[in-house]
Structures are given as C-alpha cells and as structure tokens.
C-alpha cells in the first residue's frame, strides 16, 4: 500500500511539473513512465493554464438592438456583471473554448470556412443566449483577443492592439419572420 501511495504522489507531482514548455527534458523523461496511470486516472490536466506563460485573454464583444431601436452593448465575460464568480469563469470558458475554434481574420477564406461548422453552433449558443437575457431582436458578435505585452513594452508604458475577430450578426426568429 505504500508504494501504490508513494507512485500515486509522485505521479501527482509530476504531472504539472512535465507540461508544456517551459518544462524541462528531464520532467519529460521521468513522466514517460507514468502515462498509463495518469492518463487512467486523468491527472494530466493543464495546470499552466494560469502559469508564467498563460497567452493572451478572450472575451466575446457584443452589441445588441432592442425592440425600441435602441442598442446596448457589453461583453462577456465580464467581471463587473457576472455574479457569482462561477459564472465569470464558466463564461470565460466558453470565450476560450470559441476562441480555440474560429481562425484568426488573416486566416485564409477556405480555412476560415472550413471551421465555421466547429464553433458556429457554439456562437449561435451565446447569441441565442444573449437576445433572449436582453430581450434584444439582432446582435452581432466579435471574439476580441486580448493583447499581452512583453516585459519590456509594460516597463515602457506600451502596447499593442487587441485582435478583433467577427463572429456575425444573428437575429431572433421572431425578428427574421417580420
């Protein structure tokens, strides 16, 4: 029973310490051994998703026309707005998880329609969502990729422009029928 305990934490410490680079060739090495238990026991998960090298942020920009000809605009997620904290983070991935799908808008014509069955099903999710939330009758969605500045551009007070991807303009049914 020790031994099962001793190979169990250090397959639980291992896994972190081998993910994606940074790591080291040796935690690569020493993990080898132990890729059958975790990935029975699932203990590969990504635990740099927040590390020293986490990638830019994703929100889902959008702006909403409501029955009285007005417009309302916001994102999401959004930290101000979604209450309790679950639901910032479950919003925030759905984000990444859209963001992981739609090509960049320098991408290619042909792969960018090639993926669109992937993450448009989950867009019209979030705009299904959204109208029906506002009471809106059209809203068009734009994935807006967060620019992260190096060390050097934050010590000299820069940075760069946000990435800004649309995802389309969608209307309720109701509003299509008129």
């Known amino acids: 029973m020790s031994l099962a305990l001793l190979v169990y934490f250090a397959a639980v410490i291992i896994a972190p310490l081998s993910g994606p680079p940074p790591a080291s060739e040796l935690s690569q090495v020493i993990l080898q051994p132990f890729r059958p238990l975790l990935g029975a026991l699932y203990l590969g998960h990504g635990y740099r998703f927040f ?3 986490p990638g830019p942020g994703h929100t889902i920009r959008w702006t909403i026309a409501l029955p009285d000809g007005s417009t ?10 979604d209450w ?3 639901m910032y983070h479950r919003r925030f ?5 859209i963001a ?3 090509p960049p808008p320098f991408a ?3 792969a960018r329609e ?11 999710g979030v705009a299904s969502n959204l109208l029906r939330s506002t009471g809106g009758t059209r809203i068009t969605l734009e994935l807006v990729e967060h620019y992260l500045p190096g060390p050097q551009e934050i010590v000299a007070g820069t940075s760069g422009e946000d990435l800004v991807t649309p995802l389309g303009t969608f209307a309720r ?3 299509l029928r008129k």
């Open 84 to 86: 309790p904290r679950l």
């Open 93 to 97: 991935m759905v984000a990444e998880k």
């Open 51 to 53: 590390a020293p090298d």
């Open 100 to 102: 992981v799908l739609v």
């Open 72 to 81: 309302r605009t916001g994102k999401t997620p959004d930290a101000e707005s």
């Open 108 to 110: 290619p014509a042909e």
């Open 114 to 124: 090639a993926a669109k069955g992937d993450w448009l099903p989950l867009v019209k």
């Open 173 to 175: 049914r109701e509003a």
